[in-house]
């Protein structure tokens, strides 16, 4: 069994910056993705950002150009560096992998960006 363990949340000031890091206990066989999801009270969780293994990325419309996924070589964390964060930014940030033979998700990190 994979375990995904999210860190790096926590309070941040509208127009500053934060980096989110996913650590899986253990390589996966057959990844095909990795990504990141949130959700806000009141709202619907989305998807904010993916990466596949062969390096394509997808970003939500309401982050792209101020938000990057990345992963180590070895595959086993994925980043989120979140850049000009908004208020509307503040959820709970979940990463997931995705694997032919199933998928994982993290338990998720708190992002509050407030004054």
């Known amino acids: 069994q994979v375990q995904l363990v999210e860190s790096g949340g926590g309070l941040v000031q509208p127009g500053g910056s934060l980096r989110l890091s996913c650590a899986a206990s253990?390589?996966?066989?057959?990844?095909?993705?990795m990504g990141w999801s949130r959700q806000a009270p009141g709202k619907q969780r989305e998807l904010v950002a993916q990466?596949?293994?062969?390096?394509?990325?997808n970003y939500a419309d309401s982050v792209k150009g101020r938000f990057t996924i990345s992963t180590n070589n070895a595959k086993t964390t994925v980043y989120l560096q979140m850049n000009s964060l908004k208020p509307e930014d503040t959820a709970v940030y979940y990463c997931?992998?995705?694997?032919?033979?199933?998928?994982?998700w993290g338990q998720g990190t708190q992002v509050t960006v407030s004054s």
């Open positions: 990466i596949t293994s062969g390096g394509s990325t």
């Open positions: 253990r390589s996966i066989f057959s990844l095909y993705a």
């Open positions: 997931n992998a995705q694997a032919t033979t199933g998928g994982y």
